[in-house]
């Protein structure tokens, strides 16, 4: 049986790693795109205010930049223009002609020149109206026009520079990286103090079942968690419990069966020793007081055909009638003697005593039958009741195979192998199963339940069923123990 190795099998570091990395994943996406989203709309928010600002700067330049224009003062043009740099990030600021020559610029280089870039050209050339023509990665410019008397004289330019806000977004999303990393990190301490208590109870669990596995059941799980681990940890002590007390039931059944099983057995062995006493005694009345009565009365007739004269007398006849009956009689008594307790199986063992009564069984089945009887490891003799169960179970085989088998031919075997006898009767007959055509064998006659009683009450068995190659097979299998036979020679000596 495989033992459970709980870090293996359960995958204790699998469920940890699956719940950490379970919940830095979560926490690295939810962050990301909470990071991302305010990020990009704090973007959006800080560049709109940024267009705004630009557009109003180059309004207030457009506005206040107007009489000096009309008047074409280019003195008063540059302090405007100086005057609205000075504002928060304005790059550059200048005031054009609509012919896009410049009049004043915060870099006075450059006054006197006309604008280059395509850009800026085609944003004085469009509508005038003020707006953001340019959003450059380092500033928003922005063009307002300059009008007097709904008359286009010039234009007001201005860029503010993007890197304060730029910088600002920078240090947002660097902030929010942060965040993030500090949330996977918190993220990950809990999942880990959570799987260790989910893995306590989780292991005593696993502990439980190995204890389980290997029959201990006197060891409840300890509870240690109140949630659904430990509840299945509750369910599993009461399901051991009953297991306990199932299993206490069924052994002390189990026991109190074998306690009736001994008891009905050793019944049936002193059954059976009992009726072989009886046999034996009837037997033996029968031998001593019947067979002397016989003897007895074969004297008188004796004497009484004597005294009367031999053949002249007319009782003669009738007395030698009367003698000759009497002698039936007493071959008779003994056969019947014989029958109930074999003389042989006492005085010369097992063997022999199968031998006479196979011999016995001659007139009976003249040629139309062999038996043949092999015996192998007799050296010393077997208990009584072994010897006398294993000559019943002998008898009642060969009886059957003259009876119902039909056969020509039944092999008897005995064979002595410590600690049993094994006795094994074939024959090549019809075969004992209804498909063999010997019929239901248990609606019949008592024969094979009494050798199967026999056998039980001294603890062994009997098998019969058909050969492979046709006719029936019996095997007898019979314990013996040996200190008995020596214990009964010992008290045969006496
Ligand atoms: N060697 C055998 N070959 C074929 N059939 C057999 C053989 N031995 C037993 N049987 C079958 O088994 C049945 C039961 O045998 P069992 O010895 O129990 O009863 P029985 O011989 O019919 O009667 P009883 O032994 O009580 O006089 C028999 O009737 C017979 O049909
Ligand atoms: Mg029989």
């Known amino acids: 049986m495989i033992a459970l190795a709980p870090d293996k099998l359960f995958g204790e570091t699998s469920i940890r790693r699956n719940l950490v990395l379970g919940v830095a994943i979560v926490h ?16 959006a928010f800080l560049l709109d205010e940024l267009d705004r600002r630009t557009l109003h700067h180059a309004h207030v330049l457009a506005v206040s930049s107007s009489p000096w224009v009309l008047s074409d003062d280019l003195v008063g043009m540059e302090e405007v223009v100086e005057g609205s740099a000075r504002g928060s990030g ?9 012919s896009g020559r410049i009049l004043a610029h915060t870099d006075r280089a450059r006054i006197g020149f006309y604008l280059a870039d395509p850009i800026s050209l085609s944003a004085t050339s469009g509508d005038r109206t003020a707006r953001v023509y340019q959003r450059s990665e380092a500033a928003i410019h922005a063009i307002s026009p300059i009008s007097a008397a709904d008359r286009l004289i010039g234009w007001s330019i201005l860029a503010v520079d993007k890197s304060a806000t730029n910088a600002y977004l920078a240090y947002a999303t660097r902030t929010g990286i942060l965040y993030t990393i500090a949330a996977m990190a918190i993220g990950t301490v809990f999942a880990f103090l959570l ?17 389980l596995q290997r029959d201990v059941l006197d060891q409840p799980v300890k509870v240690v968690s109140r949630d659904e681990v430990g509840r299945v940890a509750e369910a599993f002590n009461r399901a051991l419990a009953s297991l306990a007390e199932s299993r206490q039931r069924l052994t002390s059944e189990i026991a109190e069966r074998r306690r009736a099983e001994d008891a009905l057995r050793t019944l049936s062995r002193r059954q059976v020793g009992i009726i072989e ?31 009367l004269h031999g053949g002249d007398s007319p009782l003669d006849g009738p007395c030698a009638k009367m003698a000759s009956e009497v002698e039936r009689m007493g071959v008779s008594i003994h056969r019947i ?18 031998q006479a009564f196979i011999a016995d069984q001659k007139p009976l089945i003249g040629d139309r039958l062999a038996i043949t009887v092999d015996a192998a490891g007799f050296n010393r003799r077997l208990p009584t009741d072994v010897e006398m169960v294993a000559y019943r179970i002998v008898q009642e085989g060969l009886s059957n195979v003259i009876k119902h088998a039909a056969a020509s031919r039944v092999d008897v075997l005995l064979t002595v192998n410590h600690p049993q006898l094994i006795v094994t009767i074939r024959d090549d007959g019809v075969g004992i199963s209804p498909s063999a055509g010997g019929g239901p064998a248990a609606e019949r006659g008592i024969g094979l339940l009494g050798m199967k009683e026999r056998a039980a009450a001294i603890g062994g068995r009997v098998e019969v069923k058909d050969r492979r190659g046709g006719g029936t097979s019996l095997r007898a299998e019979l314990p013996y123990v040996l200190e008995d036979v020596d214990a009964e020679a010992a008290g045969s000596h006496r």
Not at 195 to 211: A, F, K, M, T
Not at 294 to 307: A, D, E, H, K, Y
Not at 337 to 349: S, Y
């Open 195 to 211: 799987s260790r208590s989910i893995l306590r109870q989780l292991r005593l669990l696993l502990r439980g079942v190995d204890n």
């Open 277 to 307: 006493d009886e046999r034996k005694r009837i037997a033996r009345d029968l031998h001593d007081e019947l067979g002397q009565a016989l003897s007895g009365m074969q004297f008188c007739l004796t004497t009484m055909r004597n005294t």
């Open 90 to 98: 304005v790059r550059h600021a200048m005031i054009v002609d609509p």
């Open 28 to 43: 690295l996406i939810l962050m990301t795109i909470f990071v991302f989203d305010l990020v990009e709309r704090q973007k």
């Open 337 to 354: 003697a014989n029958d109930l307790r074999p003389a042989t199986l006492d005085h010369l063992g097992l063997v022999p005593a199968i």
